[in-house]
């Protein structure tokens, strides 16, 4: 059994949290939290500590906190030679420290407390400084998820603006598309089947091939059309940003 010590309370602890929940591998032993308000109804009340004099002996520490706050945190869990990892798509391994035994284990999907995730679905990113504590990281990583890729840090640094890209401005996307609906008195539901078929397609065609709509056939009246309709600026700047994009790197006609 790898008993895990998990640092902090937040979206991924808590998701962590569950996912590892009653697995035959793994244990998480105790939970590091400043406020333990956010997980007393998920996990065992007693195995919670707010104090770092007071955390356990694992064979892995999970530091699940914020960017800003993983170097410091790491720097306080008081054991020489046991493996830290943290779970952030865009600090370095090395930002843990000069620690022996650093990694990171980092769950590729964008998760909120309110909402489930099926964790056997998410791509674990897996790094670490030996290739021992990498074979750990994977027999964790299996334990709750199907996918796991090798990925190191310079690559997962470029797999975060990926996810920038497909998931954190795409859904800014949808709020433009959410405030233009209600502003004409139509409800966002209706777009739903054209979200949802967008994301499938791209299952069987590569962006480029799945990419339609007026920029890419080069229909310059009904993007003069759309130009005109849109009275926010900074909506008329994204769209015609992308416009231009879609047309100097899109699909040669
Ligand atoms: N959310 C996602 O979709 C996602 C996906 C993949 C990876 N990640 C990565 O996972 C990590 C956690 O993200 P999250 O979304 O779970 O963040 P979050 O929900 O904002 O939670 C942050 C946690 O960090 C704790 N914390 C902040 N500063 C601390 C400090 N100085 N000492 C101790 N604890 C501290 C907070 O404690 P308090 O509650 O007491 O403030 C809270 O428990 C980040 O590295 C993030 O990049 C996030």
Redesign the pocket.
């Known amino acids: 059994m790898i008993r895990i010590v998990i ?7 808590q998701h962590l949290i569950k996912a590892f929940d009653k697995k035959n591998t793994v244990e998480v032993i105790q939970v590091f ?3 333990n308000n ?1 997980i007393r109804s998920i996990f065992d009340t007693t195995k919670i500590t707010h104090s770092y004099t007071t955390i356990l002996e694992a064979e892995l520490y999970i530091i ?7 170097m ?2 790491a720097s306080k869990i008081p054991f020489q030679n046991k493996l830290i990892v ?6 370095c391994m090395d930002d843990l420290g000069d620690t022996k035994r650093r990694g990171v284990f ?8 309110s909402k489930e995730v099926n964790f056997k679905e998410v791509p674990i990113c897996i790094e670490a400084q030996n290739e021992a504590d990498y074979q750990l990281l994977e027999t964790v990583a299996k334990s709750i998820s199907d996918t796991f890729f090798r990925i190191n840090s310079k690559q997962r640094k470029a797999l975060h603006v990926s996810a920038v890209f497909v998931s954190n401005f795409v859904n800014y996307l949808y709020q433009i598309g959410h405030t233009i609906c209600n502003e004409n008195n139509i409800p966002f539901e209706i777009l739903q089947p054209l979200i949802q078929e967008t994301a499938q397609k791209i299952k069987t065609l590569s962006p480029i091939e799945a990419q339609t709509g007026p920029a890419i056939r080069r229909d310059t009246q009904t993007v003069n059309a759309h130009l005109a309709f849109l009275t926010d600026e900074n909506q008329k700047d994204i769209y015609k940003l992308l416009t231009k994009s879609i047309i100097d790197h899109g699909k040669k006609l």
Do not use: C, M
Request: proline content about 3%; cysteine-free.
């Open positions: 640092i902090g309370s937040g979206n991924v602890a939290a400043r406020n956010a699940a906190v914020s960017d800003n706050a993983i410091e945190v943290h779970t952030s798509g865009s600090v980092y769950p590729l999907q964008t998760f909120s407390k």
